[in-house]
């Protein structure tokens, strides 16, 4: 157990020392590396900071449901016990249209105004609070708001929020696709590297395999030297990303101030960074394993 | 130890390299292969190791088939043998030390204890004093000598040496011949491939000659082979 250990020291220090042998080199590797693994998880990280704006600007949806001029009251409290009854909604607000009127009196500072109109132009209406707040079932139970009789309009407030979360759907969905795209590229850029490696330890390789060493024996220091390289190129491209979080925060708060908002940057996440980081040492593993096994099945003997 | 049945190897492209060869080798026998370059010395040790397969015909190592065995059991055969090769195959990015360690590293051997082991190879060859020497410092017959502790570091039952003393002058020769002869004494069991007529005259060891991947007959009265002698 202890020398199973010790070997897996040993040769995760020859994959060390093979990495600072060509210093310039690994290192160009792990910025690419860190640079391709930034686009996508940069992205992800604006994502999720729009996402949060969208949430604290929209607050809790609700749907207006504007009356027809001649209901009665009959009409009203009827479609009052309706609705309470309705399970995909939470809360019901009746607003008279003679308390509307006033609160716009109120708020607008039209009284005179509404003084001198001969007839209350607004409708009876009720505030909705729906139960469930995703963009679909709220569309769903305004199409259904809409179709119950007497009612004029259902108008879903904050329904531009829903648009934009749909935009972002679709930005998320991007993300993933440059994420897959780009992973490829890393697990590419390992393989080729391993294979120059592979090249120059060629000599080793075939002596190593003539006096009993196993596949897997041959095979671990590049494992280790491609799962090194993405740990490394995933730290690059966290500091990448918080480099650029860090220089956006400014002109940021300048903006968010402007607007007498409180909205703030968030960083990668505790559990973000560390995917971040597993994924891209996966993704080293992968190509340093594909390209000895090549080499390994190349090299067989007859 | 070794038996060789009704081997044939054919090369792809058609060259047949060896034809039907036969022979056994008894556990603790020494015995030298014999033969011009390309009557298939090479090929025969090789197919010992299992680094080529049998076209037909069966090798037995030890009572085992080697030319059936499974990939993944190549290594642990090998590791059983010990592997002697004319162009040493030593790595030059590393010490003589740990030119010898190889062979323990790959077998999981525990560090100190193969300290030891290595000293005592390098030791038996005479090149103690050269552990942190690189490979390329060393002389044609030092480098052969350090094969040659790599190949027994590992103390294994079985030496295989292909034309181990091909390049050297007939001191050297002598040396490397007198470093086989002990460990014959003490019980390994050894095949050396080799085209040197004097060797094969002033020796009392079995001869297996070969001609044209054919194993010629009467294997005690060995023709020399040629008479061009040590290099």
């Known amino acids: 157990m202890m020398s199973a250990l010790n070997q897996h020291l040993g040769v995760m220090k020859i994959a060390l020392r093979r990495m600072f042998t060509s210093p310039l080199a690994g290192f160009l590797n792990v910025l690419v590396i860190g640079i391709a693994l930034s686009l996508p998880a940069g992205m992800y990280v604006l994502l ?24 009665t009251r009959d009409d009203v409290a009827q479609l009052r016990n309706q609705l309470a009854r309705h399970e995909g909604i939470r809360g019901i607000e009746f607003v008279s249209r003679t308390t509307a009127l006033e609160q716009l009196g109120k708020n607008s500072g039209l009284d005179d105004v509404i003084a001198g109109l001969e007839d209350n132009p607004l409708p009876d209406a009720f505030v909705i609070s729906p139960a469930a707040i995703d963009a679909k079932s709220l569309e769903e139970l305004r199409n259904e708001l809409q179709q119950l009789p007497g009612v004029e309009l259902a108008q879903l407030d904050s329904a531009w929020a829903y648009k934009l979360e749909a935009i972002l759907e679709f930005a998320r969905i ?3 696709v440059l994420a897959s795209l780009l992973s490829l590229g890393l ?28 596949d897997a024996f041959i095979r671990r220091p590049f494992m280790y030297f491609g799962a090194l390289q993405g740990l490394f190129g995933g730290i690059a491209a966290w500091l990448i990303i918080a480099l650029g979080l860090q220089l956006l925060k400014q002109p940021l708060a300048t903006l968010s101030q402007l607007y007498s908002s409180t909205f703030t940057l968030q960083a990668l996440s505790f559990s ?8 891209s040492v996966y993704l080293g593993w992968l190509g340093a394993w594909l390209s000895v096994a090549r080499h390994l099945s190349q090299t067989e003997p007859r | 130890m070794i038996a060789f049945n009704q081997v044939s190897k054919r090369y792809p492209g058609g060259y047949e390299a060896l034809k039907q060869v036969s022979f056994e080798l008894a556990k603790g026998e020494m015995a030298f292969l014999s033969g011009h370059s390309g009557a298939g010395k090479s090929t025969l040790l090789k197919l010992i190791a299992a680094i080529e397969r049998p076209t037909s015909g069966s090798v037995l190592v030890n009572n085992q088939n080697v030319s059936v065995l499974k990939k993944g059991a190549l290594p642990y055969l090998r590791r059983n ?14 010490t003589v030390f740990e030119n010898v360690l190889l062979p323990l590293q790959i077998c999981g051997f525990d560090h100190r204890e193969s300290g030891k082991r290595v000293r005592a190879a390098l030791d038996k060859v005479g090149l103690l004093n050269r552990e942190k020497s690189n490979p390329i410092a060393l002389s044609g017959g030092e480098q052969q000598r350090l094969c040659i502790a790599r190949a027994i570091v590992n103390r294994p039952s079985i030496l295989l040496a292909d034309e181990p003393t091909g390049n050297l002058d007939a001191e050297y020769a002598q040396e490397i011949m007198a470093i086989f002869n002990s460990f014959h004494q003490v019980g390994v069991t ?15 060891v079995r001869v297996i000659a070969l001609k044209h991947g054919e194993i010629q007959h009467p294997e005690n009265h060995p023709e020399p082979v040629n008479s061009t002698g040590t290099a």
């Open chain 1, 187 to 214: 697990i590419a850029i390992t393989f080729n590297t391993i294979r120059l490696q592979i090249l120059t330890q060629r000599d080793e390789i075939q002596i190593s395999r003539l006096i009993g060493a196993t």
């Open chain 1, 174 to 176: 991007a993300v993933l």
């Open chain 1, 272 to 279: 973000d960074s560390l995917s971040l980081l597993l994924f």
């Open chain 2, 190 to 204: 050894l095949l050396i491939s080799t085209h040197d007529a004097d060797m094969l005259r002033n020796s009392h």
């Open chain 1, 48 to 71: 999720k900071n729009t996402q949060n704006l969208v949430a604290q600007l929209s607050g809790l949806p609700q749907i207006s449901l504007f009356m027809m001029m001649e209901t």
């Open chain 2, 81 to 94: 043998l010990g592997l002697i090769f004319q162009d040493h195959k030593l790595l030059f990015d590393r």
